[in-house]
């Protein structure tokens, strides 16, 4: 594809090789042999600059970092200028294979590795990442990996576009990988101090499987498809699922261990097997994925996402005190419903998790008869078999007493049986349970979460099978971080059915809420303690819906001597076998089905409530307490759910009343982390209803100042946030940016925190090999040399006159200089190039910086042929596209 997409630019860079390529020298003086006036000088590079060690130019320094072990060392305050290309460049875009490193060979990707803190973001810009016949340069796809100490994928981000990013949730010292997986490009690698982790980053799912749609909906097509580019790629097709169920067909194949290039020690560390850890298969994974998808008649392909319990484990088994029933006004609501309908139809909550254990004394009789397992894979299902209609819980663990039993846990909260002298009250006690099993050992899969779905929710699933009585709510305690479209899509199907979905938003202590809580119609639920703080574990950002009780084991609110967790039913298999218990656990897998307890409670009052009914009551904080900021707040949503709030409303609503969705004001990101930049943007949107206008966004920070970038007539749309580090001392700063809207029936604000960085970043750069141009007056290319490992430069002008004089690096050897990702200066500096008058003497001490360019300007063939058809203009040298 590159040579193909790269051939026109040939026919306009035909000049020869000038012998002004030669390495930097020329005469002293106007009396020299050739008659020349000696004109020199010496670049230097901006701090903060590194250079990937195996670019294009054959000029550069030359050290491969293709693999782990052979990784660059860099230091995460620089910003590294690198090439990558899929397949040998041809000479097609420079005219001059012959400079070309990798003209027929490819360098598909550098190895890095780099120490970061907690919470900072690997930013990949790809410079070269979409192709235009007009500038016929190079065009190629490149993504980003970055891995552990040992070898273990953190996550992948392979977007098609501009930037592909990664926040890593801990310090310590990773690998980053960057691969060409088509084409040819440019691309600058950096680090922010702290960001907002990326959307688009992957990594908790199964290597080797992949989840296919074709567009005719058919398994044999998808399957097909799949096959062959796995074939393509090296890689061996196994079993697929070819069932003609509703969803996507699981496609299976093996992947190659990878085999050990190079060992070698780095950073003072020990040596590294390129064969350690899961990297190699989760990419190449990823990377045949990417390639099906963008293959005629495949509609989707995704990983088959893994999903964890959102729970963290207790350490005490057993504890009375239901403290978190207190807390949301659950007794007084009791006084109106425990959960029966009047005319006698069950309330149905699907319990979407590990499955519950069955013979629990405090689910006796609280299950519903059409349960089902839906974990296909054997290898963690745990009870030698595949799917069926036993949703009973034999473990997550094939170890005793390490289970956790995380369903029977849920289970009990929503509608353990109450007032029968044993354990625990459960919330909805006259509802009933529908136990879905999709979490087995080390978790559960895409493919079968979405089946199970399906199922809870009465529609079309691989088990060919219905239940009785379709769910009512369907509490989802379980998430990871990467967003999948299966899920995102029988979200969708289930929304339409009118089943309402609750989900955890995680335990990760991060603005970015997990999935499937951070689906639309999914009500995200987020964590609070017992002083009705939100808890230190959990996920928060403007997507957050509620928070309930989640507990948190390192407080004791009620000052009883026990821990703040939530008490609820699970098994206990210690002794070989499992046996009823009650324990203490903590996390936002307990606040969910607080929730979702509550909305069954809703359901008993009201029958016909419909998904749109509680979104706009949760909207309009009708049914929670407001906590935290006033209103709407990232951490708190909506606010923390209030049981008797809830069962009211759900009155006034069976009695005729009605409620309308409110404005809702999101910023996309949730959190705008500059770090060390200078300015960032982001977007201000409506997800509610009414009509609003934006009538100020506004921050207190005097460092920081807000324009609007592109905005419609009511001011949404996007805006810059730009930082003024002026007088500021070195250290870390936060503020918030206020964003308020009216219209017609409502006012409403949301708040967007903002993060930067000040720093002492007096950080030496590294020169690559850089091309000086001496140009005329009016642009036109008179000479280029090359300068020498110190930055030396010398030209022997043949004629007096004005000259101008530029430096550059050409790192993909695309024959121009001073685009995006070269470093690129004039003399004496970019902001304001001066003229130099050369007559009879010589000249020295033509001294100045070149930095990396991160934004496309004007750019400079460094070989031409001198006419004014191949020259530059230098008074557009500072505009920028």
Known sequence: ???????????????????????????????????????????????????????????????????RAEAQAINSLLSVQGFVNAEGTDGDVSGYPELERFDDAADVQDFYLVNLAAAQTVNLRVIDYSFSFDDPGYYGDVDLQVLDANGNSVAISHTDGPLERITVTSAGQ?????????????????????????????????????????????????????????????????????????????VQFDIPTASTQHVSPLLNGPAVDDTEGDYEAKFQTIMAIKAVAKQDGVELAEPNYIRQPLATTPNDTLYRYQWDLDIIDLPDAWDITTGERADGVDVVVAVIDTGIYMDHPDLSGQLTSDGYDFISDTNISNDGDGIDADPDDPGDSNLAGQSSWHGTHVAGTIAAASNNSTGIAGIAWGAKIM?????????????????????????????????????????????????????????????????????????????????????DHVIAVGATDGYDNITYYSNFGSHLDLSAPGGDGSTDAQGDGQEDGIVSTVADDTNGSREAAYALYEGTSMAAPHVAGVLALMKAVYPAITVENVEALIANGYISDDLGAEGKDNYHGYGRINALKAVTWAQTLANGGSVDLPVILDTDPDTLAIGQQDSATFEISNRGAGDPTITSVTTTASWLSINVSSVDADGFGSY??????????????????????????????????????????????????????????????????????????????????????????????????????????????????????????AISGLDFEVDLQTTRGVSYRRQSKGTSSDSTVINKVISLD
Do not use: W
């Open 435 to 519: 136990p879905v099993r999709v979490l087995g050992v080390g978790g559960g899969k895409t493919s079968d979460i979405v089946q199970g779905m399906y199922y809870a929710a009465g529609l079309s699933n691989s088990s060919g099978t219905l239940p009785t009585q379709t769910a009512d709510i369907i509490n989802m305690s379980l998430g990871g971080t990467e967003s999948s479209t299966f899920e995102a899509n029988a979200v969708s199907d289930i929304y339409d059915a009118g089943v309402l979905v609750v989900a955890a938003s995680g335990n990760d202590g991060t603005s970015e809420i997990n999935y499937p809580a951070g689906y």
């Open 720 to 841: 810059t946030a730009t930082v003024d580090r002026s007088d500021l001392a070195d250290g870390s700063y936060s503020t918030e940016i206020r964003i308020t809207s009216t219209s017609s029936d409502s006012d409403d604000e949301t708040t967007l925190p903002v993060t930067m960085q000040v720093g002492d970043f007096d950080t030496e750069g590294e020169m690559v090999q850089q091309y000086v141009l001496l140009l005329d007056e009016n642009g036109a290319t008179v000479d280029t040399v090359r300068a020498d490992a110190n930055g030396n430069y010398q030209f022997g002008v043949a004629d007096a006159g004005n000259y101008y004089i530029l430096a550059g690096s050409d790192i993909d050897v695309d024959n121009h200089l001073c685009t995006a990702g070269e470093t690129c200066g004039h003399y004496p500096n970019t902001a304001e190039p001066e003229l130099i008058t050369v007559a009879e003497r």
């Open 174 to 250: 990773y690998y980053i990988r960057v691969y060409a997986f088509e084409g040819a490009s440019k691309y600058i690698l950096s680090f922010d101090s702290a960001s907002t982790s990326s959307t688009t980053a992957v990594n908790q799912f199964v290597p080797g499987e992949m989840l296919v749609q074709s567009s005719d909906k058919t398994a044999a097509s998808a399957t097909a498809t799949a096959r062959s580019i796995l074939s393509q790629r090296g890689l061996q097709a196994g079993n697929s699922d070819a069932l003609g169920h509703r969803g996507p067909t699981l």
């Open 1 to 67: 594809m590159l040579a193909r997409l790269l051939t026109p630019a040939k026919s306009v860079l035909t000049a020869a090789l000038p012998l002004a390529l030669a390495a930097c020298g020329g005469s002293s003086g106007s009396d020299s042999e050739d008659n020349t006036i000696a004109v020199s000088g010496r670049l230097s590079v901006a701090d903060g600059v590194a250079v990937d060690s195996d670019i294009n130019d054959i000029f550069a320094t030359y050290a491969s970092n293709d693999t």
